[in-house]
């Protein structure tokens, strides 16, 4: 009867020893979890609400000439004319910084020559 005593002290010692680092570790996992998604959702925001860029406005990506057709708060859909045909980009809030991104303001007329 002993032995089962002894058991079951030493059962809640290890009880009481790891649920600490089980709490700290979900709340580890949670933080990173909102942060990621907090983020997301201030660059969203801080694009969207930038009077720069709206949605319609015809502007050139990475070389491309493209037109904005939605801008969410997690990601950007650009429209893109390529010559094979039409293409959505989907661009994730946060890395647009990282394209090359202008508004055309006024298309340069071509002529021919």
């Known amino acids: 009867m002993k032995e089962l005593t002894d058991i079951n002290s030493m059962s809640i010692e290890f009880v009481e020893l790891i649920t600490p680092m089980l709490v700290i570790m979900l709340a580890l996992i949670l933080t990173l979890m909102v942060r990621d998604f907090a983020t997301n959702f201030m660059n969203g925001l ?5 009077s720069s860029f709206n949605e319609g406005d015809t502007c050139v990506l990475d070389g491309e000439k493209a037109i904005i057709v939605k801008i969410g708060f997690y990601e950007t859909i650009i429209q ?3 010559g094979r045909g039409t293409v959505w980009r989907y ?3 946060d890395r647009i910084k990282f394209y090359k991104l202008e508004k055309l303001v006024k298309e340069s007329e071509k002529t021919d020559s």
């Open 46 to 50: 801080k694009f969207r609400m930038h």
């Open 80 to 82: 893109i004319d390529n």
């Open 91 to 93: 661009l994730p809030n």
